[in-house]
């Protein structure tokens, strides 16, 4: 046996040689990889199937997005060839897809991957192999602030601890003496929202009378509301996925517990969301969150909004029944699009990956006609943040109302 | 036949003295317990309606096992398929409960169709008998997201949303909908294996399918029936679970685990054991994550399980179930 | 021994050299899905010997996987240990695991065991978030350095050598023999001297320390990373998937049932019927259930077909594995 592995040992080495000389003999390539003069390949791993899979209208948005853009033209003549690849949110598929992407497919960039977990285990091996993992859907903070280590990965929406800042400064300026409970999911997701919160209270983190941490396999999270409803609480902030979210609205309505004022996080303020909580008896009016997409339901006139309605009618009509109804996701997916387009156009005639990156991290743009009106995307050598800005909202009119903005555009906000 | 199976149903109540006390102490906890506190009266009762829902899924296993001696795997996503075929009926115009009476003809013979294409052919080996509902649980997922996809979808609510209060409690007509569905549900399987010709065929089948079909019974058409029905009460199953866990592919897997969980801490032989041990996971769950702070978020499912084990070690066929004499 | 046995050896040799002198002809992405067929080659061979050979079901070994894979992940980060080293640490921890864990498994037998097992494989994915301080939670925790692809599967394969032939050797001795028994009838073992619980629970102590080193391996595959998403219910059903394919109850057949589950995903991505995602599931869940109605015996008992059209009249006497 040991001569086995002696010999394998020793063909494997022959191997790793012969590999080394084989590429150090090729010379350097002349142009990035996944373009050439008629087209640019991208691609990207989102969870199509299992539990996080109702995200997967964003991908099919920006697909529809790049399918518009190549028949407009395309992007300095080359047409967008967009690869979505399903790693059920689980990193140990989402690693041979990125090297897949990467070594078979052979993308230029690797473009609006979702989840945390996925994009931490797969920084590494892009950033060593210089490959752009740029425009990640999701809120962590880690891509805005690890550019010094990870120089080829960025994010695009506002973080989370950012946005629970958000409600934390307001509830400390208007409620000055509510007394605060707090539901978050049990991971990383939730106890960064958790700890933005008390970072937003500042001085009032002490009104937080009882946190609670749910987990994401509990089918439901009562015990923790009649906790927080017996410790008096009157303002509710859930940080939680939708399902949970929906759920905690309802049950605090059947419970008897009518708090001041309730805060959900964007992620779950989506209107279909909401509306399936009324439908379900949840009290939803006077329910705030923070925005910082157009909205498909209020602000029809908004030249991004008619553009992505008829984007959808003809390339991706599958989608215009939840659009119409406010699905959030879909207009997301399209501004996500719409900068990697805008940074495309500003790398150069001959875009290369390092010049794509300069591009992204030099944004300075209010041109993004999907995102709320006056959000300028905007990074810089010490900020890798694009979008900083959001807008409260507050839902009104019942099981078969909307969000309305109130306030000013706040940002930056962390 | 009568006498061979009801000789063994004589001694099968199950309920022994001990577990009968231990029954009657917890009620009585629990009742002292919500006259003092108002919290504590209002987790019990959320606990109920929380383990209704265990409950009736666990009735669907347990329906299975006892019909068929197999653990189905596949049951949660059965029910959720069934679910989704409801959904489908009313967005083709039916009202719901016109959609739930006539998702259940159809379940029954979904499941008709499985045990006869797809158990029927390996039902000697308990292995290839797990491995086959394992592969259908991952098939039917599949087929569900393709047809229907993966993002969140909404029923109205069956019952409605008017909630009752009484003293500082709130009662959710839902979830005594839920309950009061469930505790029909065990009745009406209770009467049907008491007192129905096919009920007595069915025990037959399951309990002695050698001795049954020298008497007559057409066995493997017993154990198709089984899953017919164990289809039908999952359909029941996932129609109460859709309010509170929403429609999405996903949507039972919460609930399997905690129904696997009461149905064998009840008994895998005990339609009334799943019932009441459901409701007990449900009420223990919601008082230990209230009263004990260890018993934090994560570890409520280890939790779970964990009770689970110490009762499996110490009586193996459950609160309410026969203990299993093997004859050599 | 005989013939059977000498052509069985060639075959094996055949097969072995194939896997030796695949990586030289592959490219670095492929390297890693051989890699990873090499990591379910690990594990199926692991719960074979428990189901297969002693018969007890287990739903449950992603749990042992995620043991052996954080215990890799968590030495390599807190104290710098080198990743071979951590391989034999992964190996002893998951197997005294086993033993724990086989020790009241043995009050259960066939569907409760099964639904015993499957609560571990839910549960023990858990922890991890509850104790994040030392396995950073739902970020997961990450070894001192990444292996390159090459190396991944050289190691995957020669830990795969070094199991199939352990488990060759073991089972075809006295232990092996004990095995048997207590798979085919438990009252006829006991009566004629096997200590039912010695080797009910080394097995699964065996069997579990396969799949540690099996996820060690396959956190390793990860770029290192070791997080609860990666340990879910659907690693468990694989093996067990993988392991039917196989053939329980025999070792031939192993590799098949491994290239099964570690590239199916791959192959069924292209099915365009039925598109992404999903269309794998229903390919994945389909294939399943035609080979346990077809061929129950896996791809171990299609061998055992095709052989006996080959033996000769008098060889057929042989009794079989």
Known sequence: MSMKRRLLAVLAGAAVVATAAVTAASGAPAADPGITSTSIKIGGTFPLTGVASLYKTIPAAEKAYYDYVNDHGGVNGRKIDFTILDDAYDPSKTVPLAQQLVEQTKVFAVVGSLGTAPGLATWSYLNRNKVPQVLLATGDSYWGFSYKKYPWTTGWQPDYPGEAKVYGKYIAANMPNAKVGVLYQNDAYGKNYYAGLRVGLGAKKGNIVDAESYDATAPNVTQQILSMKSKGADVFVVFATPTPTITSLVTATKVGWTPTATFINNVSANRLFLLAAAGNGANVDGIISTTYTSSSTTQRSLAGVKLASSILDQYAPALKASFDRGDANIIYGFGVAWTFVYALQHAGKNPTRASLMKALRSLNTGANPFVYPGIRLKTSAKDNFPIEQEIMIKWGGGATGDWTPFGKLLGPIR | MASLVSRRSAVSTGISVPVLAILVAVGVFLVVGSLVSDIFAQQTVAGLAQGAIFASLALALVLIYRATEVINFAQGELAMATTYIAYQLTLWGLSYWLAFFLTLPIAFVLGVVLQVVFIRPVHQSIIAVVIVTVGLFILIDGLVTWKWGADLKFMKAPFGNHVYRAGGVAFARQDIGVLATSILSVILLWGLFQFTKIGLAMRAAALRPAAASLVGVRVNWMLAIGWGLAAVLGAVAGLMT???????????????????????????????????????????????????????????????????????????SGLFGRKQVRRV | ??????????????????????????????????????????????????????????????????????????????????????????????????????????????????????????????????????????????????????????????CAAIGFVGAWLLLRGRTGRAFRAVRDSELAATSSGVALPIYKTLAFGISAAYAGVAGSLFVLATAGFAQPNEFGIILSLEILIGAAVAGLGSLWGVVVGAVFVGLLPEISA????????????????????????????????????????????????????
Request: net charge positive.
């Open chain 2, 242 to 316: 859709e309010p509170t866990q929403f429609l999405q592919p996903t949507m039972m897997q919460p609930i399997l685990l905690y129904a696997f969980a009461a149905a064998v801490l009840g008994g895998l032989e005990s339609p009334a054991g799943s019932v009441i041990a459901g409701l007990m996971l449900g009420v223990f769950l919601n008082l230990v994550g209230q009263y004990v702070g260890f018993a934090t978020s994560e570890l409520r499912l280890p939790l779970a399980f964990a009770v689970l084990l110490v009762v499996l070690l110490f009586k193996p």
């Open chain 3, 1 to 158: 021994m005989n013939a059977r046995f000498a052509g069985r050896l060639v075959v094996i040799a055949a097969v072995a050299l194939v896997i030796a002198l695949l990586p030289f002809g592959l490219t670095n992405y492929h390297q890693g899905l051989g890699a990873r067929v090499g990591v379910y080659f690990i594990a199926i061979l692991g719960l074979n010997i428990l189901t297969g050979y002693t018969g007890q079901i287990s739903i449950g070994h992603g749990a042992f996987m995620a043991i052996g894979g954080y215990t890799t992940a968590i030495m390599s980060h807190d104290h710098g240990t080198n990743l071979i080293a951590t391989l034999p640490l992964a190996f002893a921890i998951t197997f005294v695991c086993g033993l724990l864990v086989g020790v009241p498994a043995l009050r259960f037998s066939g569907v409760y065991l099964a639904l015993a097992t499957f609560a571990l494989a839910v549960s023990v994915p858990q922890l991890p978030l509850k104790f994040s301080k030392f396995t950073g939670g739902s970020n997961g925790i990450r070894t001192a350095t990444a292996p390159g692809n090459s190396w991944l599967y050289g190691v995957t394969w020669a």
């Open chain 3, 270 to 321: 292209s099915v365009p019927v039925l598109g992404s995602g999903h269309g794998q599931d229903v390919v994945f869940g389909l294939i399943v259930i035609a080979v346990m109605i077809l061929l129950p015996n896996g791809f171990a008992g299609l061998l055992r077909l095709v052989e006996s059209r080959f033996k000769t009249p008098i060889e057929s006497d042989s009794t079989t594995s």
